[in-house]
Structure formats: C-alpha cells, structure tokens
C-alpha cells in the first residue's frame, strides 16, 4: 500500500451548505491552505461535532459502538484514508491493526472520521482525490467579491450566494478565505 502521497488533513470544521442545507465537513492540510469539502448526512456530522466537543453520552452511540468493538477485539484504529473519488462520491478506508495483521475496512469518509476523531487517528487523503477535489485558501478582496456577484458581510463571512450550487471549486477557496473563523465553529 503506497502511503508515500497520503496527505495528512483535520477536520477544520462542519457547516452548512446554503443552497441544500447539507452537512460539509472540511479537512484542511494542518500547516497549509489546501482543503477538501465532504458534503456528509445530518447524524454524521453530529456524530463528528460530539466527538470533536468531547461531549459525553449516557450510552454509546453507533460510532462509540465502533471504537468500543474494535478495542475489545483487539485491534486499534492506525488511520483512516479518503481514498477515491468516483462519480461525485467519496470512498474512505479505515486501517485497523490487529496483532500483527492490519485490516483494512471500506468505509463512508463521514464514518471514518467520526471514528478518527474519537481515537485521535490521523486523517488523511489520497494526493489524487486532493488534485480532483481539493480547494486553495486565497486571500480575496470584497471587491472582487462584488464584481462576482458574492454578498459578503461587514465581518467578513460568506453570505448565501443567489448562484451557490453552481460555485465551480475555484470560487469555494475564495468562499471559505472569507470565512470569519466563528464560521467553523461546527454549526448544526
């Protein structure tokens, strides 16, 4: 298995998608500007949210299930991988090592780092899904936010866009550079 070209990313934060009200989680290179948006159904991304604010369940939830699972069986979560992207839909994996075996579990990205996150497990992505999905931190003027037609607030956050869904992924750098930090404050 080739981990040579795997980029280590975090999650940066969750929020909404204007357009369709849809979950994004967005990893982002920990050092560098590169990010890569995953749009994920509403249970995983509170599932991710709870685990990244540590909140605390009377009993556990389906991805506690795992983590739970996986260490009484005697394995241990090492990462997990965004691995491809075929027709718009990611596909992630989960390497689990067991003994001196290491196991290797086809995943939904939204699965696989809600698991990540609750056992501390880098994130990381295959440089050829980054090249096909990823997008760039840039600074942009409001200025030019005019002249594409983007409403951006006095604070400098993103306002919804009449044209959002048809955003190519140039102009989401420019979307999440505008972003104020509050931005990624895992809204649900």
């Not at 992207?85 to 090592?97: I, P, Q, R």
């Not at 501390?120 to 037609?149: C, D, R």
């Not at 604070?155 to 505008?178: P, V, Y």
Request: proline share 5%.
């Amino acid at each position: 298995m080739d981990q040579e070209n795997d980029i280590e990313m975090v999650v940066a934060g969750l929020v909404l998608d204007p357009a369709s009200n849809a979950p994004i989680v967005i990893l982002k290179e920990p050092e560098g500007d590169i990010c890569l948006p995953i749009w994920i159904g509403l249970a995983e991304a509170q599932a991710i949210a709870s685990a990244l604010k540590n909140v605390e369940v009377i009993r556990p939830m389906t991805h506690d299930l795992l983590v739970n699972l996986c260490s009484d069986l005697g394995g241990k979560v090492q990462r997990v991988v965004i691995c491809a992207l075929k027709d718009n839909t990611f596909f992630a994996n989960v390497e689990v090592s067991v003994g001196d075996a290491l196991k290797i579990i086809d995943a939904r990205p939204s699965d696989a780092i809600a698991l990540a996150v609750r056992v501390k497990a880098p994130i990381m992505v295959k440089e050829e899904v980054l090249e096909q999905a990823q997008v760039t931190l840039v600074a942009v003027s409001a200025e030019e936010n005019e002249a594409e037609g983007v409403d951006v607030e006095p604070s400098g956050g993103q306002t919804e866009d009449k044209n959002f869904a048809t955003i190519e992924k140039d102009r989401w750098a420019d979307i999440l550079a505008e972003m104020d930090p509050d931005d990624f404050k895992y809204k649900m």
